[in-house]
């Protein structure tokens, strides 16, 4: 469907795609992965005409059309939630804005008029479209994605500008899934949705009939939704028939190909020096020698990619062991202004439990973290630490904590006891901070940079309890999976929030559910809890909407048209009583000017029969001008 045919692209002498070439079929459902800086999102921009290669083509036919969600996306403006969803279908809007001018010009034409036939011929056509372009499930549609994406009914007529950046986000992205493009592009979009919207979107996704390219360092949501994997890096794009876990095991295979031809072609370049070295000098050889340095030079050499970044090495410090009770929350309300974020909250941890703390977005998680870290109060009740307990807090924007003004040595040692300066460099060289790097200024560190540098600086604090909000924010594949190992081999009591499943899954053993109806307690990982609300009808279905409403809303179309058509018909029947009048009285006009004359009482006969018809003719106007009359009030009712 769509090709990218040779595509080039260079920043300054670094290439990033070198003749790249791969072909995007109408129903793929494909995960673009690659070290950080690889292209991912140089691609998308490629191919969503943003942004131009230095040569090579994207060829497309002229049907298929991209929607694409950058990683940053805000929707601006006045219109109301539900106004600006309807506004990807664009068609749609467009065909009721002319059909809504026709009935205008229908309205105000006299219905002998040619203007008034077209315009009902044109009102007819435009009817037909919006009913090919199932206009009667619009509602439906938009309200069922919005749904699915954590907007509440409340939402609809509230201006976007009322939300804020991640909800705006969301935005973005159901009008991209409205608007049903050929191929659907999306940058990291799961970053900003909580665990029910994941599931419905991974549920939407696979059952979307265009095609799907996807960036995401949520490897559950790419395990279980991609069909191909696009691997980019040093210039090159490979493509692999299977999902993240088979582009794993696949691209391993490939690499160990790929070493073993590379150590045979380093074998025979050995081999080949050692000869011109050998025999540079004899004139005898001297053909053979300048053949196999020409050989040598043409040689193009063997580069293994390995796909991967080094990872971060590093555990947790041993802890020091606390009291079987480590935290205890009791009764706990928060408020801001009006709205009540907390309500009653209780809940208890206990030592060595590894708990994943949920919720919609909106539930009050991180609210709830910050009033246990001390960094908020609570209106009332009590948040307990147990005897010996240390804890260390994560926050969700940790990373925004950071002093800019530092650099990355100087802003981990701030804080840090003397005795332990030492370990600092090691810890920062663990965490892909090495040489020069540690003398990098904060503010120019990319995201991941930065949550590195913070959790970096929480290992140098003591502790026994971690309570963790979204830790794995802007970090990469590799990152997180030596995150979830450290926390695994922890000895101490976690509390963590995360939407994601893959990080979670191997490492929490209970679910806390915080919602505004309270907190629930779940057995388990974090899927065997999408499973279980899923099994309660809590995750929105991403099936087309209830035929119910689709009839209800149909019918109510079919009741407007059918009102349009007898609009119509009453019209011309005016129109046709209008000149049974105007010829009615004509002929009493008519008549009058003769029984107006003196020799019209003089005709007998004549007179008496001109008499009853000017009598049948009043009797006839009246009539007509009753059903005129009876005409009007039935229009005036049904265009109301």
């Given at each position: 469907m769509i090709e990218l045919k040779n595509i080039s692209l260079a920043y300054g002498g670094r290439k990033i795609f070198d003749c790249v070439c791969a072909v995007i079929n109408k129903n793929d459902k494909i995960g673009l992965v690659g070290n950080n800086g690889a292209g991912k999102s140089t691609l998308l921009k490629i191919l969503a005409g943003i942004e131009q290669p230095d040569s090579g083509e994207i060829a497309k036919p002229k049907y298929a059309t991209i929607g694409y969600l950058p990683q940053e996306a805000i929707v601006a403006g006045s219109r109301s939630l539900y106004e600006e969803a309807e506004s990807a279908f664009v068609d749609i809007i467009t065909a009721r804005r002319e059909l809504a001018e026709v009935e205008e010009v229908v309205a105000a034409a006299d219905p002998k008029t040619r203007e008034y036939a077209e315009a009902i011929e044109a009102m007819g056509e435009l009817q037909r479209r919006l009913e090919d372009m199932q206009e009667a499930k619009l509602r439906s549609k938009v309200e069922a994605v919005l749904s699915g994406l954590g907007f509440a009914k409340a939402d609809m007529s509230r201006p976007c500008s009322e939300f804020s950046g991640g909800w705006q986000m969301r935005i973005a992205l159901a009008k991209i899934l409205l608007r049903e493009p050929s191929l659907i592009m999306l940058d990291e979009p799961t970053n900003h949705l909580d665990i029910e919207s994941v599931a419905w979107l991974e549920d939407y996704l696979k059952s979307y009939s265009g095609a799907v390219l996807l960036v995401s360092h949520d490897r559950a949501l790419l395990d279980r939704l991609t069909t191909r994997t696009f691997h980019v890096g040093k210039g090159r794009l490979d493509s692999y028939s299977g999902n993240y876990e088979f582009y794993l095991a696949e691209s391993a295979k490939r690499i160990e190909v790929l070493r073993k031809a590379a150590a045979n072609q380093q074998r025979q370049i050995e081999k080949t020096e050692r000869f011109i070295e050998?025999?540079?000098?004899?004139?005898?050889?001297?053909?053979?020698?300048?053949?196999?340095?020409?050989?040598?030079?043409?040689?193009?050499?063997?580069?293994?990619?390995?796909g991967f970044e080094s990872e971060i090495?590093?555990?947790?410090?041993?802890?020091?062991?606390?009291?079987?009770?480590?935290?205890?929350?009791?009764?706990?309300?928060?408020?801001?202004?009006?709205?009540?974020?907390?309500?009653?909250?209780?809940?208890?941890?206990?030592r060595g439990e590894r708990v994943g703390l949920v919720g919609v977005n909106g539930a009050g998680k991180s609210t709830l973290a910050k009033i246990i870290s001390g960094e908020l109060q609570a209106d009332s009740g009590s948040v307990k630490l147990g005897y010996n307990v240390e804890m260390s807090f994560f926050a969700q924007h940790q990373s925004d904590r950071l002093n800019k003004a530092n650099d990355v040595l100087t802003e981990a040692c701030e804080g840090v006891p003397f005795e332990r300066r030492a370990r600092v460099r090691g810890l920062l060289g663990s965490f892909l901070f090495s040489g020069d790097d540690v003398f990098k200024s904060v503010s120019v560190l990319s995201g991941g940079e930065k949550n590195r540098l913070a959790l970096a600086k929480?290992?140098?604090?003591?502790?026994?309890?971690?309570?963790?909000?979204?830790?794995?924010?802007?970090?990469?594949?590799?990152?997180?999976?030596?995150?979830?190992?450290?926390?695994?081999?922890?000895?101490?009591?976690?509390?963590?929030?995360?939407?994601?499943?893959?990080?979670?899954?191997?490492?929490?053993?209970?679910?806390?559910?915080?919602?505004?109806?309270?907190?629930?307690?779940?057995?388990?990982?974090?899927?065997?809890?999408?499973?279980?609300?899923?099994?309660?009808?809590?995750?929105?279905?991403?099936?087309?909407?209830?035929?119910?409403?689709?009839?209800?809303?149909?019918?109510?179309?079919?009741?407007?048209?059918?009102?349009?058509?007898?609009?119509?018909?009453?019209?011309?029947?005016?129109?046709?009583?209008?000149?049974?009048?105007?010829?009615?009285?004509?002929?009493?006009?008519?008549?009058?000017?003769?029984?107006?004359?003196?020799?019209?009482?003089?005709?007998?006969?004549?007179?008496?029969?001109?008499?009853?018809?000017?009598?049948?003719?009043?009797?006839?106007?009246?009539?007509?001008?009753?059903?005129?009359?009876?005409?009007?009030?039935?229009?005036?009712?049904?265009?109301?």
């Open positions: 050998r025999f540079r000098s004899k004139n005898t050889k001297a053909a053979q020698v300048q053949s196999r340095i020409k050989a040598l030079d043409k040689i193009q050499r063997i580069e293994v990619e390995d090495k590093f555990e947790f410090p041993q802890s020091r062991r606390c009291g079987q009770v480590v935290l205890e929350v009791e009764n706990l309300c928060k408020s801001f202004g009006d709205h009540k974020v907390l309500d009653n909250i209780s809940f208890k941890i206990e929480m290992l140098l604090r003591d502790f026994n309890f971690l309570l963790l909000d979204e830790p794995t924010n802007h970090l990469d594949m590799n990152s997180k999976a030596v995150l979830g190992r450290a926390l695994a081999d922890f000895d101490g009591t976690y509390l963590i929030i995360s939407h994601d499943r893959d990080f979670l899954d191997p490492i929490v053993d209970r679910v806390i559910e915080l919602s505004r109806d309270g907190v629930r307690f779940f057995p388990g990982n974090l899927s065997e809890y999408v499973e279980r609300i899923r099994q309660e009808g809590k995750i929105p279905s991403a099936s087309k909407p209830q035929q119910a409403q689709v009839s209800e809303y149909k019918l109510q179309k079919q009741k407007q048209s059918a009102a349009r058509k007898e609009i119509s018909r009453i019209k011309k029947e005016i129109a046709q009583t209008e000149d049974s009048i105007a010829a009615i009285e004509a002929d009493i006009s008519k008549l009058e000017a003769e029984m107006a004359s003196p020799e019209f009482f003089k005709r007998g006969a004549a007179c008496a029969g001109a008499t009853e018809s000017y009598n049948a003719l009043k009797d006839e106007l009246a009539r007509a001008y009753s059903k005129w009359e009876s005409l009007s009030s039935e229009l005036e009712e049904i265009s109301k």
